[in-house]
């Protein structure tokens, strides 16, 4: 059976200071991996994705995510935060098919002092 | 381009009652997911439609059904309502058969009294 873990259920960094997000799955094959971001009330916006290959992932607002099959891992990650990325942040990981049908996991809340 | 278009955003219904949600996906897209999200959790399969017909489905009671029309748009049924269906409810779409991206609306949050 596929899940997914984030241990880390809320998170506080100060702007301008380097976060990491960690995801841990489990799955019987080659996973597909996401992480998704959700601002409160709203839906989630996808951050990045994989698939295969390179396993050092860019995507959008500056995030980016290293897969580590050894480790069953898929942790978010990004530099310099900004106040704008508090949120509430989903890892992902979907079946053979892709994106059809995904296993989330319970989510990290960040938050972002001045 | 309009993305993923969910209706209505809010409701409240009475335990007992039914419900029906509705999806508009992505222009282009074909499959449509349904997704519980309750407070405090990731969100939740609950099925998927792709050409009018239920594809796969998650652990949920029968209570939960669908439908999925010609032009792509979907509906989601829930009849009996419990308290515990009181939550957000997520729509996302992507192109068969690659899905690689599923897009997500905003949502439609139910509250049941």
């Known amino acids: 059976a596929q899940s997914v873990t984030q241990p880390d259920i809320h998170i506080t960094v100060s702007e301008g200071a380097s976060l990491e997000l960690r995801c841990n799955y489990s799955?019987?094959?080659?996973?597909?991996l996401f992480w998704y971001v959700q601002s409160p009330g709203q839906g989630l916006q996808l951050l990045l994705k994989?698939?295969?290959?390179?396993?050092l992932v860019q995507g959008i607002k500056g995030f980016e995510a290293e897969f580590k099959r050894s480790q069953s891992s898929f942790n978010l990650r990004k530099p310099s935060v900004h106040w704008s990325d508090a949120a509430e942040y989903f890892c992902?990981?979907?079946?053979?098919?892709?994106?059809?049908?995904?296993?989330f996991g319970t989510g990290t809340r960040l938050t972002v002092i001045p | 381009d309009a993305g993923v278009t969910q209706s209505p955003t809010h409701l409240i219904k009475t335990r007992g009652q039914q419900v029906t949600l509705r999806c508009s996906p992505k222009?282009?897209?074909?499959?449509v997911s349904w997704y519980q999200q309750a407070l405090g959790q990731g969100p939740q399969f609950i099925f998927q439609?792709?050409?009018?017909?239920?594809?796969q489905r998650g652990n949920f009671p029968d209570r939960f059904s669908g439908h999925q029309f010609p032009n792509y748009s979907s509906e989601l049924n829930v009849n009996a309502l419990l308290l515990g269906d009181s939550a957000l409810y997520l729509c996302?779409?992507?192109?068969?058969?690659?899905?690689?991206?599923?897009?997500f609306g905003q949502g439609t949050r139910l509250t049941v009294v």
């Open positions: 996302a779409s992507s192109l068969f058969p690659q899905n690689a991206e599923a897009f």
């Open positions: 799955y019987g094959a080659t996973p597909y």
């Open positions: 994989y698939f295969s290959g390179d396993t």
């Open positions: 992902a990981v979907g079946g053979r098919t892709g994106a059809n049908n995904l296993f």
């Open positions: 222009s282009g897209h074909d499959t």
């Open positions: 439609y792709y050409e009018e017909e239920e594809r």
